[in-house]
């Protein structure tokens, strides 16, 4: 079976070969479609988050929580309220937001202001 004929010009496609440019461009198109929707999914957030903060914080953070649900729905985060201080390192809580004066001398994955109230 040809797919393409000889001319003066170049080349023409035959009709099998016209069939099997759209056949193929489909196929590429459906392609492209899978890696978007594969990637889509690598990027969501899923799973648990366990965070602990303090009474007089947890207002200020309800609002940020509901909107992180919302644009987040993978993701689950418990919140333990408490004021006695959880051990990141022992995997009590994964993130603990507390009130400070100043920010501990740390690395900056372990700490950082978020604002000044």
Known sequence: ???????????????????????????????????????GHDLR???????????ALFGFITPALAALRHSHPGLLVEVVVANAFSTLTRREADIALRPAATVPDCTPSCNSRIRDL
């Not at 496609?13 to 392609?31: D, Y």
């Open 45 to 55: 957030l899923t799973g648990t988050v366990r965070l602990t903060t303090t009474e």
């Open 1 to 39: 079976m040809r797919l393409f004929k000889r001319s003066r010009t170049g080349y023409l496609s035959t009709v099998a070969g016209s069939e099997a440019i759209e056949m193929a461009e489909r196929v590429l198109h459906e392609i492209d479609e899978t890696g978007r929707r594969l990637a």
